[in-house]
Structures are given as C-alpha cells and as structure tokens.
C-alpha cells in the first residue's frame, strides 16, 4: 500500500468518479481542504496516480462484464478496427509478440552462388 495521507486518499476518492463527481480541479482541492497547486504536485507523483487507477478498476471492476458484452456491438456497428484489435487482444487471440523461425543452414555464400549460375546456365 502507499505512502498517502487521509487527503490524497480523500482526493483519490473524488477523482475516481467519472468526471471528478461534477466537480472541478479547484473544487476538488477545496473540498480536500488543500490548494489547487498542491492537487497538480499531487496528480504529478506516480504513487498518487497508482492509487488513483487502482481506485478506478476498483469503481468499475463490477461492469466489466456488462462492457465486453457490448464491444461486439460497437465492433459491427462503427467497423472499429481499433476496439476489434483490443477485444481480440483481451482474449489473448492477438499479440505484439512476433516470432521468427530461423534456419542453420550451411548452405554457403559460394555454393548459392554457383547454384544460381547453374540455373542461368539451363
């Protein structure tokens, strides 16, 4: 668990919120009882914003369901190649991994050569 106080853990709380609750930064920072500028210092350290995704999956954890269902829809509907990438991606069907096979083959530089004269030759 990280090192945040009860106010960055109350600013998490409304950040969280789809659209920060209707608030904006400045309110925000005032209902946490704490300045605009620290609110950015805040925004800017890795441990705050860690805290703060993670409160987000937790918020949102439960519809995951509900929105992989509804991509196929919006897949067909708008053809987002894009969204049909990350679903197949989500499924572990597509990934950034490439392999390439390669071949030790003795075959030298010289003997190709000769092979490629051999068929000019025919």
Do not use: C
């Amino acid at each position: 668990m990280p090192n945040l106080n009860d106010k960055q853990y109350s600013a998490i709380a409304i950040l969280s919120q789809p659209k920060r609750g209707g608030l904006t930064y400045e309110q925000v920072a005032d209902e946490v009882g704490i300045s605009r500028r620290q609110l950015q210092e805040w925004r800017k350290d890795d441990a705050f914003n860690d805290e703060l995704k993670r409160q987000i999956m937790r918020d949102t954890i439960d519809r995951l369901p509900e929105i992989m269902e509804s991509i196929p829809d919006h897949i067909i509907k708008d053809g987002n190649a894009a969204m049909f990438r990350t679903l197949l991606q989500s499924f572990g069907m597509l990934t950034e991994k490439v392999e390439v096979e390669t071949k030790n083959d003795s075959t030298s530089i010289e003997a190709m050569k000769a092979d490629i004269e051999r068929i000019r030759g025919k």
